[in-house]
């Protein structure tokens, strides 16, 4: 019962960490869209990549007992072509100056692994051991990984937006978070149950921020669409009369209607 248990929590462990590697998609397409990079950051990517490369390794009969943690190969498998598809499309349309922050951040960082993988493999001679190496390495880099949204969330309260912090990557850790520490406290492994320790109360943190902040960004808009459209309207007008208003009038009418329609709003809180 306890074995199966176990397997159930895995398998939707498997689809809430998927999902989470999938949700960064709608960014990256954001990005193809515009052909910029904007204001995001590759860096959590980059450490997502480390982080998918080490516990694919770590639950590989060369550092495991055999298969025992063959859920973590399955989704950190999946994980490191989500992250790397990430970091290369990041790589193609980020600016020269990005291009080179981006290479010197990725190239240790796989050759970091790669030191890694070699150690364990010949230096150490028994399961035990290697797991200590890789599941200690893979337990700081996991940690750094669920971190990173510190960034983003820092920028979130500066100014007030969730624009740079999709809400279903913010979803996704949360789940998956809370799913693997309860995966790694029923194997009673610390190298699969820590980062998520780290992970929870961060991924909650991230939707106490969209709480807090989406519906500040949502009021905002509608107003500052009524104004652009009413300034377009009066420039039209302003054009058919042979330039009949000035842009100060203008300008004014604007900051009415934007006064008018705060008003309101104020007025049914």
């Not at 550092?63 to 989500?82: D, M």
Request: aromatic share 10%; charged share 20%.
């Amino acid at each position: 019962m306890a074995e199966h248990f176990r397997m159930v929590v895995a398998v939707i462990g498997n689809v809430a960490s998927v999902s989470l590697y999938a949700a960064p998609t709608v960014t990256f397409k954001r990005v193809i869209r515009k052909k910029s990079t904007e204001e995001f950051s590759c860096i959590p990517y980059i450490i997502g990549l480390l982080n998918c490369l080490l516990f694919t390794w770590y639950g590989l009969p060369v550092v495991s007992n055999k298969w025992e943690n063959f859920p973590l190969v399955t989704v950190n498998g999946v994980g490191i072509v989500f992250e790397l598809s990430y970091v290369l499309i990041y790589f193609w349309y980020s600016s020269a100056k990005q291009k080179v922050k981006v290479a010197t951040t990725a190239i240790p960082v796989i050759l970091v692994f790669c030191a890694i993988a070699l150690v364990s493999a010949f230096n150490f001679p028994d399961h035990r051991h290697r797991k200590l190496l890789v599941g200690s390495v893979g337990l700081g880099v996991a940690v750094a990984m669920y971190a990173s949204p510190l960034v983003a969330m820092k920028k979130v309260i500066q100014t007030k937006s969730v624009e740079f912090m999709p809400l279903p990557l913010s979803l996704c850790s949360f789940l998956a978070s809370v799913l693997w520490l309860t995966y790694g406290l029923l194997i009673q492994d610390i190298f699969v149950a820590g980062p998520s320790l780290v992970g929870t109360p961060l991924s909650i943190l991230q939707l106490v921020l969209h709480c807090k902040y989406w519906k500040r960004r949502e009021m905002k808009e509608p107003i500052n669409n009524k104004v652009e459209l009413h300034k377009e309207n009066m420039e039209k007008l302003d054009l058919e009369k042979g330039g009949l208003f000035e842009t100060k009038d203008i300008e004014e009418k604007n900051v009415t209607i934007l006064n008018n329609d705060i008003n309101s709003k104020n007025m049914t809180m």
